[in-house]
Structures are given as structure tokens and as C-alpha cells.
């Protein structure tokens, strides 16, 4: 009798889910696949037959949320075309807060593993700074930008680091304005902090 070797998609995603809530809580250096293992209530075995290393699993991780960041900032760009600068930023900037209470460890992942050196190898690395490239680039047409390379990474390099710590460790942030993390309130003061400290700067560009 033949042994199945077949793969489920289901749980796939069920070891992604909790790879990625392992991977929100600890920095990859300090995971493991037993955390994972454990965060998913699935067995160590299993994780290491879909998933034969750490890495391996990182890597999945790394490619499913930098695809799904991607889609949400291209959707949402995709709905301010028609608008003024001011409307479109402050839509934008809306849709990511949004994104991040849908997919909350993805800002999170990105802040643990783009904030710490580590002596190990970080894979998936290339993907973060090209989502992050692409998403540049797709920004700076959006606003029609008309800037020089230099001006524009300052600009986008400086609000990606604002919106990783607010949507990324929102514990901590909202702890120092005495603010509830999951609140509407400190959605709120997300939103109109990031569009009062950026959309001025927006002039020059």
C-alpha cells in the first residue's frame, strides 16, 4: 500500500498562521519550530514536513506577508487616483491601519526582524527591501511625485519607520499615550499624527 504523500493546502495555511503569530512574538534568531509548533497546538513532525527547516518556514512567511502588504498599499493607492494629494494620502493612510488590525503581525514581523542584527543569516531579508521598493516606487506615482531619488526615499523611508512602530508595536505606543492598542481612539491619533507630520512635506516633493 502506497504511503500519501500529499500535502494539504489547509494545513499549509494552518502552519502559516501560526508560524507567523511565532514569528510576531520573537525575532526569527530567538523562534524555533517548536514555538511554532506550540502557537499552532499542531505536531513538531508535521511542521517539519511541510517545512523542513526554520528557514524554510521564514521564507514562506516573509513571501505571503510581503504579498499581502503589497496588494493592500497597491488597492489602496488604487482607490485615491482620482483624488487631491491631501484626500489620497490621508485615504491611504487610513487603509493601512485598517490592513494592520486585519493582519495584525504583519508590521510587527517586519519591526522584530528589520530593527535587530543578528549574527545569522536572516532569510527572506530580500524581500522585505523589495516589497518595500516596490511599494516606494507605486507611492511615488501615486502622489505623482516629482522629486529626486534621494528626496523621495527620505520621505517614504521616514513614514514606513512611523507606521512599523504605531501599527507594529501598537502595545507600546499607545501604552505611553495611556490609549487602549485596539481602540478607535488610538487609531484615530495614528492616523492624524502620521497625516499632520507628512502631508506638509508632501509640497515639496
Known sequence: MKKNNKKSPKTRVAILDAACRAFAKNAYNA???RMIAKEGGVPHALIRYYYPSKADVFEAVCERICRHLFDACVGAMGETQH???????SLYVSRLIEFSQRQQWVFRIFLLNLSVETEEALPGRSRFVEVVEQIREKLSESLRLNASHEEICRFTDSFNALVMYYLGAPDSAAWL?????????????VHQTLVDIFLPNLDGL
Open 83 to 89: 483624488m487631491n494629494r491631501k484626500e489620497g494620502f
Open 177 to 189: 499615550l495611556h490609549l487602549k492598542p485596539e481602540s478607535r481612539a488610538y487609531a484615530r491619533w
Open 31 to 33: 523562534a524555533s519550530i
